[in-house]
């Protein structure tokens, strides 16, 4: 029996994780934030690394390399430490790559184009002397990574440009919008979300904000173009005054911060269309894929299909830094070891099962709380549909966590979307996050078009499309207030059982749609582990938990 080939990509940022490959392909990954419940936790993958060996069954005498990418370091002081030990022996070969390097490789093998252009937009990569990239630039300038361009012609990854940005001048208490570096628009972006909300745990929530905004409140904009390079001018004086002031996002000055977050947002999707653009005239494929933070945007996503030659687009799940240890595996099996390229299945449910422990949490549940129903469902798809059309809101925990920041059926939050008072429910008191976010639909991919103005399939919840007019008002809790809703579509291939369960609450309320929602509250990470899941039905108003087989409900 031939031994297999291992390889272990491993990054570690601000989002760290592990991912090993097994002859070419996934057989599991991890962000380390879901082990530590720290959100956002990076930099040293130890614990990252251990569960991905342990998940396989594993040890070092059988991975055959290492590919590692951190932002800020390229490990001058060897593999032994980062930010704390780490456990890579001295007998494993190691690879270091760069950021956005590793950001497109993440970009396309986990995509099924044969033919594609990539880009790769994110608040800062690489130093410039990092980078492996053949162009043309000063290796020598401190100068940081923050766009790069790609193409994939069905046998290499090419570079085609690459914009660097130094670091800002201006200290943040001066001008909170200058990130770190002056000319990125993912670090703009991420300021200015920290701005408005006081922290940057999550840059995303500017974007569902900025659908309450209007448009051409501020005549200044930040953003201009010399040449392909994006350039960028924040002054302070005109969009600051609300918080230098002292005044907190509150409800009296909420449309100032939505006009604000629109002017940002309206920014950001000028930019990257206009990228877009220039990446098509570079390499005129008919695909894109996009990595980097900013690829989590889905409004901007959505734009470049509209605005650009582009056809059809592929974000991966993990777009942010939280994916460049996949990027880094596949790297290291196609570029370094020269492996055919292995096709990735398209899920995104890279995390290990727990299927082995559901018996002994369901037991310690029983002992602590009497007041648990604990049932095993001959159908647990029709009773979980039928809670659901109930009204009641539901914990759904399945197989291995998705890769990500979006629960795609495997660690969500369900509800019926049609329940007028569903979306500030959970909000409010389960989420326990801000009432302007929206929540997204998950649809039988086969009746999508019915709802929503869709033209391809969704199963990433990384586009954005109008609900259909006759469908305004009937499925408020996963309708924006712009009156579009970020869809997932589900197949039967995308996952069986998250499609047998939509087919039943499609027999119960006539519709083949629930509210779907990250299985988390505010800056927490998605659950990873069941006693997590256990805890949080147990800490909030969630009426019902699916852990594997079993029902528990209160």
């Known amino acids: 029996m031939t031994?297999?080939?291992?390889?272990?990509?491993?990054?570690?940022?601000?989002?760290?994780?592990?991912?090993?490959?097994?002859?070419?392909?996934?057989?599991?990954?991890?962000?380390?934030?879901?082990?530590?419940?720290?959100?956002?936790?990076?930099?040293?993958?130890?614990?990252?690394?251990?569960?991905?060996?342990?998940?396989?069954?594993?040890?070092?005498?059988?991975?055959?390399?290492?590919?590692?990418n951190s932002v800020f370091c390229n490990f001058t002081q060897g593999n032994d430490w980062y930010r704390g030990p780490r456990v890579i022996p001295n007998s494993v070969p190691v690879v270091t790559i760069s950021h956005h390097l590793a950001h497109a490789y993440n970009a396309l093998f986990t995509s099924n184009f044969e033919d594609a252009a990539i880009a790769v937009v994110d608040g800062s990569g690489s130093l410039s002397k990092d980078c492996l990239e053949v162009l043309p630039f000063d290796k020598n300038k401190r100068q940081y990574e923050c766009v790069s361009f790609y193409s994939w012609d069905g046998t290499t990854i090419r570079a085609l440009y690459k914009q660097f940005s130094e670091i800002g001048e201006i200290s943040e208490e001066?001008?909170?919008?200058?990130?770190?570096?002056?000319?990125?628009?993912?670090?703009?972006y991420e300021k200015a979300s920290a701005y408005v909300f006081g922290h940057g745990l999550d840059p995303g929530q500017l974007m569902g904000l900025s659908s309450f905004g209007r448009a051409n409140i501020f005549s200044k904009k930040f953003v201009t173009f010399e040449g392909p390079d994006v350039k960028i001018d924040c002054p302070a004086a005109d969009f600051l005054k609300p918080r230098n002031l002292g005044l907190s996002f509150t409800t009296e000055h909420f449309q100032h911060f939505a006009d604000f977050a629109r002017l940002i947002q309206d920014e950001l999707t000028y930019v990257m269309v206009t990228l877009a653009n220039n990446l098509y005239g570079y390499y005129p494929s008919t695909n894109i894929c996009i990595a980097g933070g900013v690829g989590l945007n889905i409004i901007a996503n959505t734009e470049i299909v509209r605005k650009t030659g582009f056809k059809n687009i592929f974000v991966p799940p993990p777009a942010?830094?939280?994916?460049?240890?996949?990027?880094?595996?596949?790297?290291?099996?196609?570029?370094?070891?020269?492996?055919?390229?292995?096709?990735?299945?398209?899920?995104?449910?890279?995390?290990?099962?727990?299927?082995?422990?559901?018996?002994?949490?369901?037991?310690?549940?029983?002992?602590?709380?009497?007041?648990?129903?604990?049932?095993?469902?001959?159908?647990?798809?029709?009773?979980?549909?039928?809670?659901?059309?109930?009204?009641?809101?539901?914990?759904?925990?399945?197989?291995?966590?998705?890769?990500?920041?979006?629960a795609l059926g495997h660690r969500s939050i369900l509800a019926n979307p049609?329940?007028?008072?569903?979306?500030?429910?959970?909000?409010?008191?389960?989420?326990?996050?801000p009432d302007f976010r929206p929540f997204a639909p998950a649809v039988l991919e086969e009746d999508a078009s019915i709802y929503f103005d869709i033209d391809r399939p969704s199963p990433h919840m990384l586009l954005v499309f109008p609900v259909r007019e006759g469908w305004l008002g009937k499925i408020p809790a996963v309708t924006h207030v712009d009156g579009t809703a970020r869809v997932q579509t589900v197949s039967e291939t995308d996952d069986k059982d998250f499609y047998e369960l939509l087919k039943e609450v499609k027999r119960e309320t006539g519709i083949g749609m629930v509210l779907n929602t990250s299985f988390n509250r505010k800056h927490e990470p998605i659950v990873e582990r069941p006693e997590e899941a256990v805890q949080m039905f147990l800490d909030t108003p969630m009426d019902a938990l699916v852990l594997g087989p079993y029902l528990l409900t209160k």
């Open 418 to 433: 049609c329940d007028t008072g569903m979306k500030d429910r959970i909000n409010n008191t389960i989420k326990n996050r």
């Open 3 to 68: 031994k297999p080939t291992y390889v272990l990509g491993t990054g570690l940022s601000h989002n760290g994780s592990a991912c090993l490959l097994k002859d070419g392909k996934i057989v599991v990954a991890i962000e380390k934030e879901r082990i530590t419940r720290h959100k956002n936790d990076g930099f040293n993958d130890t614990i990252a690394i251990q569960y991905c060996l342990e998940a396989e069954g594993i040890g070092w005498d059988d991975v055959d390399l290492v590919v590692q």
């Open 174 to 188: 001066d001008n909170p919008l200058v990130g770190f570096l002056k000319d990125s628009i993912g670090g703009l």
């Open 320 to 406: 942010n830094d939280a994916g460049i240890s996949i990027g880094c595996a596949y790297y290291g099996w196609h570029t370094v070891l020269g492996k055919d390229r292995v096709k990735h299945d398209g899920s995104a449910y890279l995390g290990k099962p727990y299927d082995l422990y559901y018996s002994q949490v369901i037991e310690l549940v029983q002992q602590v709380r009497e007041d648990i129903v604990v049932t095993k469902p001959d159908n647990l798809n029709e009773t979980a549909a039928k809670e659901i059309a109930m009204g009641k809101v539901i914990g759904w925990y399945k197989g291995g966590a998705e890769m990500g920041p979006r």
